[in-house]
């Protein structure tokens, strides 16, 4: 382009057109200044101000890594966009409740990621007539809660195991619990230890001082925020489908496995001594089912993409600035990408990162605020159930 060509337009236009242009050809220009052959295409260093940097992942990758790391923030359901990319049901379940440390100051929440029914044990958990000095996470009926997940909309005798129609397969997508201390400031003590296990076995029977030393387990000191705790697949078998209503994923037979939860020492009574103390939890869970059953929808296959989000996700499950670490997941996937996979790749959206400063010292849901505008509307079907996505049009995901 010339400046003859744009001659007659008005002098901003003019401008504008001409500095287009100029950062277009900029890599090429600065090659031909440095004795570079014009058909060798460098990447450039530089962009004009305002130019933002895309990279293609898929819009089930996009869920997908949202669902995994950012479970209470995104409000959609998700699948796994693997070879086994077969019709499935979609749905989102939250469960929320109150539990508490026992009489010796010490306690716990466990969670089975893999309860994929309504009537299995998804969460256990301490009450105040805990006795549990020895520490280990007890395998014990008295000071014991069990919870279940009654907004899943299949029992253990849909599924294939029973020989009943219509004979259920599930496989879990992604799984969020999180829990925030509810008592008084004053009697506020103890530390909490946020663990998976390393290869997502039990964690019934454990001490803490094992628990700890788990390259999973991170400790906090307990306060007011918020402290999550995400599922992590590590084996192949995992990203299957299950005609069991609760695998777990070491291959044991049906039943509970309670491989990820917090464990809490050290709480006390208002008046100083050793004794319980209230929290609050939230646990979320990603499922997908198969089978003869209605609300099946389109899975979609993106093996580049989910391969981009696996790698990135933190060896650590847990955090308590969700929204600091899914800044640094969306910067390892987009410099993993790179130039990798073209715009023109089928199903591809562009996916922008805009991450500003003023988000590591907001709540965690706030970075997520803004993909109101950007995601599709979801209705209910029931209570804390939500439907399928269905595909439409390319959309960006803008993360401010």
């Known amino acids: 382009m010339s400046r003859a060509k744009i001659a007659r337009l008005p002098p901003k236009e003019r401008e504008r057109r001409w500095q287009q242009h100029q950062a277009s050809t900029r890599g090429q220009n600065i090659h031909q200044e440095r004795g570079y052959s014009p058909n060798i295409v460098l990447r450039r260093k530089k962009t004009v101000k305002g130019v933002v940097a895309q990279r293609m992942l898929s819009r089930c990758a996009q869920h997908y890594a949202l669902a995994l790391e950012a479970p ?3 409000k959609g359901v998700a699948c796994i966009p693997d070879l086994h990319g ?3 049901k979609k ?3 939250k469960t929320r409740g109150i539990f508490s440390t026992g009489v010796d100051g010490n306690g716990f929440l466990i969670v089975d990621c893999w309860a994929n029914s309504s009537d299995t044990s998804a969460i256990t958990a301490s009450s105040a007539s805990l006795v549990s000095s020895s520490a280990p996470l007890p395998a014990f009926s008295v000071g ?22 219509p004979a259920v397969e599930a496989r879990t997508v992604a799984v969020g619990v999180r829990i925030r201390y509810l008592g008084t400031e004053l009697a506020r003590s103890g530390q909490i230890t946020a663990v998976r296990h390393p290869d997502n076995s039990s964690l019934i029977n454990i001490p803490y001082s094992q628990m700890k030393s788990f390259s999973t387990a991170k400790t906090y000191t307990n306060g007011r925020q918020w402290i999550y705790l995400m599922y992590r697949p590590v084996k192949p078998r995992e990203y299957e489908f299950s005609p069991n209503y609760s695998t777990a994923s070491n291959g ?13 020492e ?6 100083g ?23 099946i929808t389109a899975t979609h296959v993106d093996i580049q993409g989910m391969s981009h989000v696996r790698n990135s996700m933190p060896t650590k499950s847990s955090t308590d600035k969700p929204h600091q670490r899914f800044a640094k997941v969306v910067k390892h996937i987009e410099d993993s990408i790179g130039e990798s996979i073209p715009a023109a790749a089928a199903g591809a959206l562009g996916y922008k990162s805009i991450v500003a400063p003023a988000a590591e010292a907001a709540e965690g849901e706030s970075l997520f605020s803004t993909l109101a505008g950007y995601l599709p509307d979801f209705s209910s079907l029931a209570e804390g159930v939500l439907p399928a996505v269905e595909e439409a049009a390319p959309l960006a995901l803008t993360l401010l």
């Not at 014991?144 to 129609?165: C, E, R």
């Open 266 to 271: 050290g709480t006390s009574t208002p008046s």
């Open 91 to 93: 749905l989102r379940v």
């Open 72 to 74: 209470f923030s995104y």
């Open 252 to 264: 044991d037979p049906p039943g509970p496995t309670k491989e990820m939860g917090f464990a809490i």
């Open 144 to 165: 014991v809660i069990d919870a279940l997940q009654t907004k899943l909309p299949y029992s253990a005798t849909d599924f294939a195991t029973s020989g009943t129609d």
């Open 86 to 88: 077969v019709p499935s």
């Open 273 to 295: 001594a050793l004794g319980p103390a209230p929290f609050e939890f939230e646990m979320v869970r990603y499922v997908e089912y198969v089978g003869n059953i209605d609300n």
